[in-house]
């Protein structure tokens, strides 16, 4: 459809977004790591603390909006929107830090109120690293690694807002149309600042809650019940140390080993009682029950369950697989849950 006069318009974004489409089939690597980046964040938002205190608090409010905002610069690229899509990083980059800036004395279901409710401005980049520095973890890891100077670097987004010239224009300072077009060059310099981003925030983010780095067996204490009080699983700490810089990690686990906090939530962790193999069944069924109750319904969770099978390049259940299907299919038929809950309540069209 044509919008006379504008140039701009949404379908010629579609014809972008066929060339970008096309690119990233033929470049798998590329669409890999923007994936991988994108999980990786999506994991450092687990390291935020959830209590009852702040639970629906808005704390962790910052962070889901840059990971929104870093979402939709990624959209933004898709479809040729390069200056805005620099933009939204920049908004992405600001929101990350005042993940940590509203949450670094662990009061940030307070702190965060009036800004979240729009009474109170975002504050300036001098003041978010004043406040930072207050941590002793950020400050110390600033003075051998320059975090600060990291985040300085990134300041060329500042020009995206403003428009510094056509370098920073919707032309980009190309020698092309004044309209959407495909350009994977551009694509290339939003990655590396994707990245940079990512990098930055998840430091931060790890100084802040030193116990993400922190390599513990949860599950032996916890079954699959861990309470948010930002540990992480190795795995999850190995993929987040896959994009920071060398030697970031290493010294983010000795500050971890100097950090009081940390150091006694973990030997009050030590001192539980390991889960027993029937505790973490009950605790499993629980939630199966759950999902199946009020979601799927039996017959498609079943059918869940088998692709994941597939997937996992497997051809039969275990045994404690086998009885725990048998389990909840006899438990569904007898509550009638063998169907979704959208189905059994009539919401299905």
Same mark, same amino acid.
């Given at each position: 459809m044509k919008f006379n006069p504008y140039i701009y318009e949404p379908d010629q974004s579609l014809e972008v977004y066929k060339e970008t489409e096309t690119y990233f089939n033929e470049n798998s690597e590329i669409k890999k790591q923007i994936e991988e980046l994108g999980w990786i964040y999506h994991t450092v938002g687990?390291?935020?603390p959830q209590n009852f205190?702040?639970?629906?608090? &808005?704390?962790n409010f910052p962070f889901i909006e840059s990971w929104e905002e870093l979402q939709v610069s990624f959209?933004?690229?898709?479809?040729?929107?390069?200056?805005?899509?620099?933009?939204?990083?920049?908004?992405?980059?600001?929101?990350?830090?005042?993940?940590? +800036? +509203?949450?670094?004395?662990?009061?940030g279901?307070?702190?965060?109120?009036e800004w979240l409710n729009s009474k109170e401005n975002t504050p300036r980049a001098d003041k978010i690293w004043k406040i930072l520095r207050q941590n002793n973890n950020i400050k110390k890891f600033d003075v051998k690694h320059n975090l600060e100077q990291v985040h300085k670097d990134l300041g060329y987004l500042h020009n995206y807002v403003h428009t510094?010239?056509?370098?920073?224009?919707?032309?980009?300072?190309?020698?092309?149309?004044?309209?959407?077009?495909?350009?994977?060059?551009?694509i290339s310099k939003w990655l590396k600042s994707y990245a940079d981003i990512i990098s930055l925030i998840s430091s931060l983010h790890l100084l802040k809650y030193p116990i993400s780095v922190v390599r513990f067996d949860y599950g032996k204490k916890f079954g699959i019940d861990i309470p948010s009080f930002g540990g992480l699983e190795e795995y999850n700490i190995d993929?987040?140390?896959s994009i920071l810089p060398h030697k +970031?990690?290493?010294?983010?686990?000795?500050?971890?080993?100097?950090?009081?906090?940390?150091?006694?939530i973990i030997q009050e962790i030590i001192l539980l009682p390991d889960m027993t193999e029937n505790q973490i069944e009950d605790q499993i069924i629980i939630l199966e029950k759950s999902?199946?109750?009020?979601?799927?319904?039996?017959?498609?969770?079943?059918?869940?369950?088998?692709?994941?099978?597939?997937?996992? &390049?497997?051809?039969?259940?275990?045994?404690?697989?086998?009885?725990?299907?048998?389990?909840?299919?006899?438990?569904?038929?007898?509550?009638?849950f063998l169907e979704s809950k959208a189905k059994r309540m009539g919401w299905e069209i």
């Amino acid at each position: 459809m044509k919008f006379n006069p504008y140039i701009y318009e949404p379908d010629q974004s579609l014809e972008v977004y066929k060339e970008t489409e096309t690119y990233f089939n033929e470049n798998s690597e590329i669409k890999k790591q923007i994936e991988e980046l994108g999980w990786i964040y999506h994991t450092v938002g687990m390291i935020i603390p959830q209590n009852f205190e702040n639970f629906w608090s &808005g704390h962790n409010f910052p962070f889901i909006e840059s990971w929104e905002e870093l979402q939709v610069s990624f959209t933004q690229i898709c479809f040729g929107l390069y200056k805005q899509a620099f933009v939204s990083l920049r908004s992405g980059l600001e929101l990350g830090m005042l993940s940590v +800036y +509203y949450n670094i004395n662990d009061d940030g279901h307070n702190a965060v109120k009036e800004w979240l409710n729009s009474k109170e401005n975002t504050p300036r980049a001098d003041k978010i690293w004043k406040i930072l520095r207050q941590n002793n973890n950020i400050k110390k890891f600033d003075v051998k690694h320059n975090l600060e100077q990291v985040h300085k670097d990134l300041g060329y987004l500042h020009n995206y807002v403003h428009t510094k010239g056509a370098k920073y224009s919707n032309r980009m300072g190309l020698l092309k149309s004044n309209s959407q077009s495909f350009e994977k060059k551009l694509i290339s310099k939003w990655l590396k600042s994707y990245a940079d981003i990512i990098s930055l925030i998840s430091s931060l983010h790890l100084l802040k809650y030193p116990i993400s780095v922190v390599r513990f067996d949860y599950g032996k204490k916890f079954g699959i019940d861990i309470p948010s009080f930002g540990g992480l699983e190795e795995y999850n700490i190995d993929k987040i140390a896959s994009i920071l810089p060398h030697k +970031y990690l290493e010294d983010i686990q000795i500050i971890s080993q100097e950090d009081l906090t940390t150091q006694e939530i973990i030997q009050e962790i030590i001192l539980l009682p390991d889960m027993t193999e029937n505790q973490i069944e009950d605790q499993i069924i629980i939630l199966e029950k759950s999902v199946i109750e009020n979601g799927l319904g039996f017959t498609a969770w079943l059918e869940n369950q088998e692709s994941l099978l597939k997937l996992f &390049g497997q051809s039969e259940f275990d045994e404690r697989m086998k009885n725990r299907i048998e389990f909840l299919r006899n438990w569904s038929i007898e509550n009638e849950f063998l169907e979704s809950k959208a189905k059994r309540m009539g919401w299905e069209i």
